[in-house]
């Protein structure tokens, strides 16, 4: 569960996260790193592609201010896997990712908290 997100900076069970996030429901990876800092790619997802179970849906968190881009081969793939696509400003990602977690929901997140 996400506690808090501020710029910067995002609380997740209890630990501060200060680089972006990939939020699955059993662990957190640290450190997300992009091809292109605010465009997201089909690799710059591949352990979500590769986790098992496949999330039905992936939150992404598109910066304090929104400006990350995801590419449209980003959503054709989603679409082949039958995963959903939420993309919304991280401060109202997080908030969204906690409701579909809470209502049993297979979600993953993919959170910028910069920018």
Same mark, same amino acid.
């Given at each position: 569960m996400i506690e808090a997100y501020d710029f910067g900076v995002?609380?997740?069970n209890g630990k501060r996260?200060?680089?972006?996030?990939?939020?699955?429901?059993?662990?957190v990876m640290s450190g997300w790193w992009r091809k292109e800092g605010h465009r997201?790619?089909?690799e710059d997802l591949k352990?979500? /592609?590769?986790?098992k179970p496949p999330p039905e849906v992936? &939150? %992404? !968190?598109?910066?304090?201010?929104?400006?990350?881009k995801i590419m449209p081969e980003v959503n054709e793939v989603l679409k082949e896997r039958g995963i959903k696509l939420i993309a919304r400003p991280t401060g109202e990602a997080y908030k969204? /990712?906690?409701?579909?977690?809470?209502?049993?929901?297979? &979600? %993953? !997140?993919a959170f910028h908290l910069t920018c």
């Open positions: 995002m609380v997740i996260y200060t680089s972006d996030v990939i939020v699955f429901p059993d662990k997201i790619y089909v352990e979500i /592609f590769s986790h992936l &939150v %992404v !968190g598109t910066g304090y201010s929104g400006l990350v969204t /990712f906690n409701e579909l977690l809470r209502a049993g929901k297979n &979600v %993953v !997140g």
